[in-house]
């Protein structure tokens, strides 16, 4: 599955780097339906790994610092080659980003390359970041959210995805089911019949206002629904026969919230859901290209969670550059600080991956020394 190129094993892990950095967002991000206000800033944790031959990979990483440094105990002074495995990818959790792009680095290829040929030039993706921004400035209501679907569809993009759920937590119920209802009608109106729309409920309704909700906007070429509510396998089934009837064609989506892919099989086999979406960060690559060839004999699609995470997003690109079951790559407001995206080009709604060795990015090193380099733990041999 995994087509890792043949490494000397005199290169061998020397120094390994831990520190958080921060991310900031153009514009205010509001509530979903579960969480507060989200804020105009984020932090990643960036793992930087150095061989003793003078090559350097990194990558954003979920496991915490002392987790890294248990790792960082077994890593140091072994092989790069050891890490690598043609079955299951990359045998570490902490390492196992920045390991992608320093075997990258090593042997001069994109990362996409190791995870199988090229499936497509062009890779889809879909604007993230329209949350509850009436909420955000209330005495501007709907007219904020048309402002921000079209401020998207003018920076490129040609799918967005929204937040829906506001009665959950934020507004009586009948308020808020009829602000969502009407949020997406304005959207759709404002983005036009061409632009795809997707709504994502953070587990904010159940199953019976899911069907209430699909009755009330079946007629807006909705791509897929998201998490409406929190996933068993009965109310999958009965949701997937209400679309049937309703002779409604929306994708059902879900799987962010999972810490391991296994927790989707059971509704991936019988094709419960069409759309797979497990934080790319939280399961890792490795993972991710075994669950999209899992997820490829059941005819379901692939787009990973990314959110708050630029790095995940680069990381998704590649995978959807390489499998043939990709589906769309989630763009975070979030710009990271400290790294930049050099093989990456975004033109109408679509990237391309430039043929640069690992990841395609780059560190900004005068900004991480300045801001951040007094802020790592650092393990070497």
Known sequence: MF????????????????????????????????????????RERLVRVFTDTGQEGFGVTRASADEIGQEAEQALGQPVSEFLDPAEGIRSRGLEHALWDLVGQISDRPVWTFLGPSRRERIEAYDGGLYFCDLVAPEKGLDRVAQEAQESVDAGHRAIKMKIGRGYRWMSAEEGFARDVAAIRRVRTVVGPDVLLMVDGNNGFDRAGAERLFEAIGDQDICWAEKLFPETIDDYVRLRDFLTR???????????????????????????????????????????????????????????????????????????KAIPNFLSAEVPAYIPDVYHPVGFSFFQGAYRIAPLAGWGLQIDEKGYREHFAALERVWEK
Not at 8 to 13: A, E, L
Not at 16 to 37: C, L, Q, R, T, W
Not at 276 to 281: F, S
């Open 246 to 320: 309703k002779e409604l064609h929306t994708l059902i989506a879900d799987g962010e919230t999972l810490s391991a892919p296994e927790g989707l099989y059971p509704f991936i086999e019988p094709h419960l859901i069409d759309v797979a979406q497990l934080d790319m960060n939280q399961i890792g690559l490795s993972s991710w290209r075994r669950l999209a060839a899992f997820c490829e004999e059941f005819g379901v699609l692939c787009a990973p969670h990314t959110w708050s995470s630029r790095f995940a997003l680069y990381a998704s690109l590649h995978l959807g």
């Open 3 to 42: 087509d890792f190129p043949f490494l000397s094993s005199n290169i061998r892990v020397r120094r390994i780097a831990y520190v958080e950095i921060s991310g900031e967002s153009p514009k205010m991000i509001g509530k979903n339906a579960v969480k507060d206000d989200h804020g105009a800033t984020t």
